[in-house]
């Protein structure tokens, strides 16, 4: 036995125990959904440098666009348009990263779709629209927002 054989074991714990666990994705997709949903503006922008696809889906077919903008991450949002994200995307749901934004209150996520294009007259099939959400919670900044860029 070498001199350092009683220390392996002792190492393999603590590298154990302090180890954080790393989440197992499914797809490259739910990686960087998830990673634009908790903000990780690092992970992102790694991942927008390897070449990853800016619009790709999960399986509810959030883009991570979309998971930034329901979370209020402004820089996520603005690093992902600058990548080329669309912005006129919609979710299995039929909502756009615009009306994600509204429904969270995201006024300054809002202004940031709108000012890359988002179309702020959609209407999903059911017929909501980013305005009518952010009249539901009375949002009187997002609503004047909206309209101000043509929203109906």
Not at 39 to 62: C, F, H, S, T
Not at 94 to 122: E, F, P
Not at 129 to 139: G, H, I, K, S, V
Request: charged share 20%.
């Amino acid at each position: 036995m070498t001199r350092f054989a009683h220390v392996i074991p002792f190492l393999f714990v603590i590298s154990y125990c302090s180890s954080t666990p790393k989440k197992d994705f499914a797809t490259p997709a739910d990686q960087f959904v998830d990673a634009s949903e908790r903000g990780d503006e690092d992970l992102v922008k790694n991942l927008i440098a390897q070449g990853g696809n800016v619009n790709q889906r999960n399986g509810n077919g959030y883009t991570p666009l979309m998971s930034a903008a329901e979370r209020g991450r402004l820089s996520i949002v603005t690093q992902l348009i600058a990548a080329g994200a669309n912005v006129n995307l919609v979710n299995k749901f039929s909502w756009t990263a615009l009306m994600l934004a509204a429904v969270g209150g995201h006024t300054d996520v809002a202004q940031a779709l709108i000012n890359a294009k988002a179309n702020v007259r959609y209407r999903s099939p059911t017929g909501e629209t980013a305005l009518q959400l952010a009249e539901r919670d009375n949002n009187a900044a997002l609503i004047s927002i909206l309209k101000q860029a043509g929203a109906r």
